[in-house]
């Protein structure tokens, strides 16, 4: 055991002497393993593929880029530990991460603090922000696609009642249940059942049975595809054939794939989630991206893979234009950032350095496959 | 008199190192030894429970969150108004104030779900208390989960960042001399006794009830207050950092340690926490990361069943500035 | 009243699979007084041994009841042997030790599994194939039971009441009970204690295995961390019915699984888990050794 600690003090010091100034270091924190690993790997293979654009185009003011990752578990304290690690022995010029907003509030005091900007591709805590003038976000905050969802609810499916299936342990799923909540009952529909599950549930009957007995017209479930496909099986076996509403968290393959009883997708034939891109929109920064992560990963990139991509971008956009790797002048350059064009729709960072962005809804067709309907700007 | 010298020399000196200490540490070595003083706080006052007495308690994480959102709504909701009716001191006096006052309120709710727990131990044996504690920790996780005051399921953010490393040190130092001091007593010897043989130990006259309480109530008070540094220091709790696999980290510590061995609790406790970190310098076999940390786990269990110390505890007392001059035997 | 069946059918249905995975928990704890940890994480091996079995063999593109039946005899056959060599590799070397040592290994062993599986087989979900397709047994507006569940509950009553017959009628049956109840005795009879260990965890994986299968079948979603939770919920049951007893596994799944669906039904979706344990702590206090446990007399 003692070994491995000499070793591993042997190496951090090879590594620190080893200097070398021909890289741009950016830091990377995620959940690479524990219960929500899937969405750090995604992003991780989003952020991967922006760097290696930008490496083969000849890399960022003369240098190539070098990514170093750091896993933290799922865990806010790791988190921190990693993100601590990235800005003081690594010497990263920025940060990106981390998918749930809870360890972003656990690294963004540290990136303050240092002065080294972060940005995070999907922490929607309007709180993450507010840590500081380092940090920023590039995908909805909760309140915006909680609106969106429920006006579209009222408005063009003409819903008046609607129960709500939320992750109680997901920051994500209680912010979004709560926004949609306030805007449905604001435009006079009525919310006759509020139930919750926990990520990593199997079964939702029990929820399920309930609120069918309260008879509403839609459910409003804001969790993540992992176990948005088993709750649309279950609702369906129970004879409960009404439409399924959600966020930008089902955005995966996987999730039709799941929800598949007797044809592919055909337990969320007829359901609408709110998404960043439509896969038939045919602007080509769309198009080209999908076709490329197809290629290099062999399967349809999810959400996190996406926003991954996109703050990648974002991020090495804004170094390109600072011209120089330092904290305050990249951080300059974020919050400058207007209209940029990226797969998850044409981004701006506002004055509280949040993204404002139009969102798409998207309904789930016959075979899975995914029909644009409208578009909402914030 | 001498006591006095000596609390106030170590407090001068904690004082020094508080100042001091973060110019010359790396501030990253300086938050992997704040991550280990926390959990050598969890594994020394669990080490009590576990170790002397003979409880096997799953639920330390639990009352380590019990402490740690208590006090966060102490100095998040009243901290500010104790604050401002102190405004003769000077600020920093009065914040450190407030957090002493947050940490004894941390340490004290802790200390009452230690005593609630505490008390179905008396009917409860081995597996079945672990179960217990179990569930306790979970209880404790999914009511914290539903109270929006003090965040839910989007965590208690905004906590002040009044840990540092004078409170880090003090405390450490006090909970390793008072549960070492506590178990070198003839109380300590009672709890040795329940964990050895409880029904021997009740026919010589001891109160098993009331140490199997007491033990809990004890190390609940001092998970508490590592509850209390660790929301302090991260300036944020969510319930996630808290379920059943925190409580199982803990008890790792102290059975690789030795169990019942305090000089091994701290060892290992420091030992697990870099483990994890320095596995992060493994270059192209980092990913293998936590695959190695299980099987190093195994090989040492398998290779050290008796823990890394065994029962073996350095006497601190031989050392304590104030000991009492001992009768030859 | 049908809205309270249905519960009380998704309860029954979601306590069988807890039963199924305590049967394995309680039976190596009998024999061994070893809280095997790791058990969850070989019933999440036994679904990916299906899963990999099924594509493997084309079973997963045309389902049939040979194929269904070929991939659990093959989860189950490969979940024994790994049972059997972590038993041998990792709780062996610790038998005469203190039972807590013997518990961080099995916490190691079941932390190896998890990473070592998410390395191994990839961290995203993976869609089971639907090897036995859903078909609804009875239909009504506010009641509707289909064959999974139906299987589910059937098939861990059979082998429930198959580990019976093997422990209460067989020799090495006979030999398990005597180890359980005193090893040094029953090694002094002539018992080979190590085989009969041996045989317990090749058992208790097998099970695990199938309820891996089984799990995966109703819930087609299984990842490298799927054995987690339902490990540990079904842990509680076998101690709510009294830890080393068969039957008090079943009981204590069942009354499990009906009261987590019933809170969360009837009182509160978010409470579901305290609750749960709540009710757990209480029965504890109750009746301290679990339902069907009897509490043995300490010698003084």
Redesign the interface.
Known sequence: MRKWIIFGLALSLSAGCAKRDDVIKIGEYGSLTGTTATFGVSTKNGIDMATEEINAAGGLLGKKIQVIVEDDRGLADEAASAVKKLVTQDKVVAVLGEVASSRSLAGAPICQENKIPMVTPSSTNPEVTKKGDYIFRICFIDPFQGEAMAKFAFENLKVKKAAILKDSKNDYSVGLAQYFAETFKGLGGQIVAEESYFEGDQDFKAQLTSIKGKKPEAIFIPGYYTEVGLIARQARELGLNIPLLGGDGWDSPKLTEIATLKKPGDALKDCYFSNHYAADDPNPVIQDFIKKYKAKYEEVPDAMAVLGYDAAHILYDAIKRAGSPEGAKIRDELAKTANFPGVAGQTTIDSARNARKPLVVLKIGEGGAYEYMATVNP | MKRLAAFIGFFLLFLLANRFLPEIIDPYYLHLFTLSCINVILAVSLNLINGTTGQFSLGHAGFMAVGGYTSASLTFYLGPKIIATLDFLPAILAKNFVFLFALLGGGLSAAFLGLLVGIPSLRLRGDYLAIVTLGMGEIVRVLILNVEAIGGARGFSDIPAYTNLFWIISLTALTIAAVASLTASSHGRAFLSVREDEIAAEAMGVNTTYYKVIAFVIGAFFAGMAGCLFGHYLQLLHPNSFTFLKSFEIIIMIIVGGLGSIFGAVVAAVILTLLPEALRYLGPVKDWRMVIYSLALIILMITRPQGLFGNWTPDFRRWWPFRKPQPVA | MQ?FL??LV??VS?GSIYALIALGYTMV?GVLQL?NFAHGDVFMLGAFFGFYFSRWTKIAQEPTLFGFFATLLFAMAACALVGVIIERA?YK??RE??R??A???A???S??LE??G??LF????K?FP?LI??TRLY?S??L?I?NLPVIILVVSLALMLLLRFIVMKTTIGKAMRATAFNREAAALMGINTNNVISFTFLLGSALAGAGGIL?ALT???I?P??G???G?KA??AA?LGG?GNIPGAVLGGMILGVS???V???IS??????IA??L??VI??VK???LLGSRVG?K?
Do not use: C
């Not at chain 3, 990839?122 to 979900?125: A, F, K, M, R, T």
């Not at chain 3, 979706?269 to 305290?274: E, G, Q």
């Open positions: 809205e249905q519960q998704n309860g979601w704890y809280i990792a070397p610790l030790r203190p807590l040592t518990l961080i290994t916490i190691g062993v932390l190896l990473n070592g998410q390395l990839g961290v995203d979900p869609f639907s397709s859903e239909e507006a506010n509707v289909s799990v819930y087609p979603k990842d961390l799927m987690l939770l339902p540990l842990f509680v101690v830890i987590e669906t019933m969360a039904g009837y979706s978010t409470l579901r888990d305290a344990f709540a757990l702590v504890l206090l301290p050794t679990g300490e003084v």
